[in-house]
C-alpha cells in the first residue's frame, strides 16, 4: 500500500502509523 506510506509522510501523527501493526503498512 503506497498510498499508506504517502499518508505517513502528510499525515502529522506519523507516530501512530509507526505504532500500527507492519501488516498494516504492508
Do not use: E
Amino acid at each position: 500500500m503506497y498510498d499508506v506510506q504517502q499518508k505517513m509522510k502528510t499525515f502529522p501523527n506519523r507516530t501512530i502509523f509507526m505504532a500500527l501493526p507492519t501488516g498494516y503498512t504492508g
